[in-house]
T-cell receptor, first 116, second 111 residues
Framework: GAGVSQSPSNKVTEKGKDVELRCDPISGHTALYWYRQRLGQGLEFLIY????????KSGLPSDRFSAERTGESVSTLTIQRTQQEDSAVYLCASSGVGLAGGGTQYFGPGTRLLVL | SQQGEEDPQALSIQEGENATMNCSYK?????LQWYRQNSGRGLVHLILIRSNEREKHSGRLRVTLDTSKKSSSLLITASRAADTASYFC???????????FGKGTRLSVIA
């Protein structure tokens, strides 16, 4: 079946503009995760959804970042008033089984964001 | 904050050699997972080892886990050029909480 998809694959924007990144998880996966990866670094957790609710938003770096999920499916990550430090690859993952139960995450290809 | 720390940060070997990467973590875990990333894009799950397991095999991959030392190792045997990628360990503490990733090991396999 189809994997996790993300759009756009690349986004170049000017500092101060808002951007919206989209994630389509694997159908039926209840958990959805957003991560950020700066060049040459590991993944930073941003936010996690269980269904349409977000039990853990602890990773969002500032109030310029927000995310929502509707219909236990698509999620959008919005960055307002982008800054150059927001430049990174934004990765989305989904899982159908709880990670502590041995489930694993399936990652999308990411959106590469460049803020000029 | 990142919990897992991989070692070494970069590794370069000849095709056919074995590659060993290590991961250390700080808090108690439910399981530990290894992922591979090509070209800075999506990650692919490789193998999962539970906290009550000590060793696990999958094809050319062997993972060990030492919970007393809070460390894990990933061994890739008979490496191939196609194994060139970044490898990350990630830990799971409980429930559906997100994976906590290290910074990764960049492996280069030279043909």
């Amino acid at each position: 079946g189809a994997g996790v998809s993300q759009s756009p694959s690349n986004k170049v924007t000017e500092k101060g503009k808002d951007v919206e990144l989209r994630c389509d998880p694997i159908s039926g996966h209840t958990a959805l995760y957003w991560y950020r990866q700066r060049l040459g670094q590991g993944l930073e957790f941003l936010i996690y959804f269980q269904g349409n609710s977000a039990p853990d938003k602890s990773g969002l770096p500032s109030d310029r970042f927000s995310a929502e999920r509707t219909g236990e499916s698509v999620s959008t990550l919005t960055i307002q008033r982008t800054q150059q430090e927001d430049s990174a690859v934004y990765l989305c993952a989904s899982s159908g089984v709880g990670l502590a139960g041995g489930g694993t995450q399936y990652f999308g290809p990411g959106t590469r964001l460049l803020v000029l | 904050s990142q919990q897992g720390e991989e070692d070494p940060q970069a590794l370069s070997i000849q095709e056919g050699e074995n590659a060993t990467m290590n991961c250390s973590y700080k808090t108690s875990i439910n399981n530990l997972q290894w992922y591979r990333q090509n070209s800075g894009r999506g990650l692919v799950h490789l193998i999962l080892i539970r906290s009550n397991e000590r060793e696990k095999h999958s094809g050319r991959l062997r993972v060990t886990l030492d919970t007393s030392k809070k460390s894990s190792s990933l061994l890739i045997t008979a490496s191939r050029a196609a194994d060139t990628a970044s490898y990350f360990c990630a830990t799971v503490s409980s429930g559906n909480t997100p994976l906590v990733f290290g910074k990764g090991t960049r492996l280069s396999v030279i043909a």
